[in-house]
C-alpha cells in the first residue's frame, strides 16, 4: 500500500510562488509515474502534471512554463513548483501515482489528501 502526503500549500498573492511537496511511503516512487491534479470549487478535477519513471514530464496546457514537476528519488518526493501563479489555479492540487506510463486521466492507483492552494488578485 502506497501512502502519499502533500504540503506546501497556502495562501499567496497572484504573480507569487509556491513549491508542493508529494512523499509516499510503502513504496518507493523511481518507478512509479506521479501526477499531480487539481480540483477547484464546483468544478471537475483536472490534469496538471506528470513525470513518467523515466523523466519524462507532462503538462497541462493552462500550466505550460509556469509549473515544474521535479522528483527527488532518494527522499521519495515529488515537488511541484508553481510560478506565475494566477488567481484560477486556486485549489486544492492531489498527488497521485500509477503503475505505467503517465495520463492525463484520473486513473491513478494511489491519491494524497489534497493541499489547498489560494491565489488572491
Known amino acids: 500500500q502506497v501512502q502519499l502526503v502533500e504540503s506546501g500549500g497556502g495562501l499567496v498573492q497572484a504573480g507569487g510562488s509556491l513549491r508542493l511537496s508529494c512523499t509516499a511511503s510503502?513504496?518507493?516512487?523511481?518507478?512509479?509515474?506521479m501526477g499531480w491534479f487539481r480540483q477547484a470549487p464546483g468544478k471537475a478535477r483536472a490534469f496538471v502534471a506528470a513525470?513518467?519513471?523515466?523523466?519524462?514530464?507532462y503538462y497541462g496546457d493552462s500550466v505550460k512554463g509556469r509549473f515544474t514537476i521535479s522528483r527527488d528519488n532518494g527522499k521519495n518526493t515529488v515537488f511541484l513548483q508553481m510560478n506565475s501563479l494566477k488567481p484560477e489555479d486556486t485549489a486544492v492540487y492531489y498527488c497521485?501515482?500509477?503503475?505505467?506510463?503517465?495520463?492525463?486521466?484520473?486513473?491513478?492507483?494511489?491519491w494524497g489528501q489534497g493541499t489547498q492552494v489560494t491565489v488572491s488578485s
Open positions: 497521485a501515482a500509477r503503475q505505467g506510463a503517465p495520463s492525463v486521466y484520473d486513473n491513478y492507483d494511489y
Open positions: 510503502g513504496r518507493t516512487l523511481s518507478r512509479t509515474t
Open positions: 513525470m513518467s519513471s523515466g523523466g519524462t514530464t
